[in-house]
């Protein structure tokens, strides 16, 4: 798999009226840029992503991704990414504007299983307006039947727009138009409705999203001789959780929440304990369909409230520990989890430290 993931960002956006470039602005949890660099990268569709951005981006770690200078129109920033990867042998290239951070990792793969057969494909939706167009005084009607309102991401056999791009130097809006300008075919597929640009502030509020809650408990035995893992990280401790994978309490109270919350059932369900192939399976890699199953539905998590339950470990030592490895694994902002430790005024198995449990509630969004 060849293809390089172009995401544009280097526009002023004079329409947003805010000191920042809309495209940095922090939009459901993140910057506004992320959510297309994010659904990219989960989509596994792509070797390279290039952002395209005259100002500088800090905080990306992963290797795949790389900040280049934009020009001052959109149509050079974009020239500018064909240039800087001309050699690195990409067959296919998507190109998308940041300012639509909205489209799904379902439009990704139409796309890209479009251009098996074809040298472009690209989203476009219709419009139920009635239409004029304006030619000097003069104004006309449109049939709107025929109008196509063509969205990003667009993608494209590489070396046709290379060269297209290269020798056609005049402002365009997207690529499709230099295709089009150039009496070259376009694959039209059908887009979505909440991939719009935002362009004014009013644009932020535009979607909307219906809320989830799941509810997650788990509880473990604790063991001599294994060693202890919470939320995915290991805290020394004098026992380790007895269970048929790592026994992580938090991970599995966290997957039972976000099945909870999606209403698929339960992780016993998923990962059966009498299933030989379950057997000491490492509770992130429970996790990872899980949040595959949450990517491909549309849904994303807005906030994970958890209450650890033992009298040991202290929760307060390794809190920032535990939800720094949880960021990481869901691939959500610190600020999104809550840790609490609770204990049990030493009554019960947990009270003394044969046992502990967790619970916890999680929030998720999802496009409506
Ligand atoms: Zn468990």
Redesign the pocket.
């Known amino acids: 798999m060849s293809n390089c993931f172009i995401l544009l960002a280097a526009g002023k956006g004079k329409r947003f009226k805010s000191k920042n470039p809309k495209q940095f602005i922090n939009y459901i949890n993140k910057p506004l840029f992320m959510h297309s660099v994010d659904k990219a990268l989960k989509s596994k569709l792509f070797k390279s992503i290039i952002i395209v951005s005259n100002l500088p981006i800090k905080n990306i770690h992963d290797k795949s991704i790389k900040v280049i200078k934009g020009g001052r129109e959109r149509h050079e920033s974009s020239h500018n990414a064909l240039n800087f990867i001309k050699n690195k042998k990409f067959k296919n290239v998507f190109i998308h504007d940041a300012a639509r951070p909205n489209f799904s990792i379902k439009l990704l793969k139409r796309l890209y299983s479009g251009l098996k057969n074809n040298k472009a494909v690209v989203p476009f939706l219709r419009t139920a307006n009635s239409t004029k167009y304006k030619v000097k005084n003069k104004i006309q009607n449109l049939v709107r039947d025929n109008l196509l309102f063509t969205q990003t991401p667009q993608c494209f056999d590489f070396k046709t727009l290379y060269s297209l791009s290269k020798y056609n130097k005049e402002k365009v809006t997207d690529e499709a138009s230099l295709f089009l300008n150039n009496d070259q075919n376009i694959k039209f597929i059908k887009g979505e409705k909440n991939n719009f640009k935002i362009t004014t502030k009013s644009d932020l509020k535009k979607i909307s999203f219906r809320n989830f809650y799941g509810i997650g408990f788990?509880?473990?035995r604790l063991i001599k001789n294994k060693k202890l893992y919470l939320g995915g990280t290991k805290i020394p401790f004098h026992s380790g959780?007895q269970?048929h994978?790592d026994?992580?309490?938090i991970l599995?109270?966290i997957i039972d929440g976000l099945l909870g919350a999606m209403r698929k059932k339960d992780?016993g369900s998923l990962y059966p304990s009498n299933k030989m192939k379950f057997k000491n399976i490492r509770?992130p890699n429970m996790l990872s369909p899980i949040l595959k199953i949450l990517d491909n539905n549309g849904y994303f998590i807005n906030n994970i409230d958890i209450n650890l339950i033992c009298e040991r470990p202290k929760v307060s030592k390794y809190r920032s520990k535990i939800i720094s490895s949880l960021s990481n694994l869901l691939s959500i902002n610190k600020d999104q989890i809550n840790l609490k430790g609770k204990t049990v005024e030493k009554l019960g198995l947990i009270g003394k430290e044969k046992a502990i449990a967790c619970e916890t509630i999680v929030s998720l969004n999802c496009y409506a």
Do not use: R
């Open positions: 788990d509880i473990h959780l269970g994978s026994g992580d309490v599995h109270a992780i509770s």
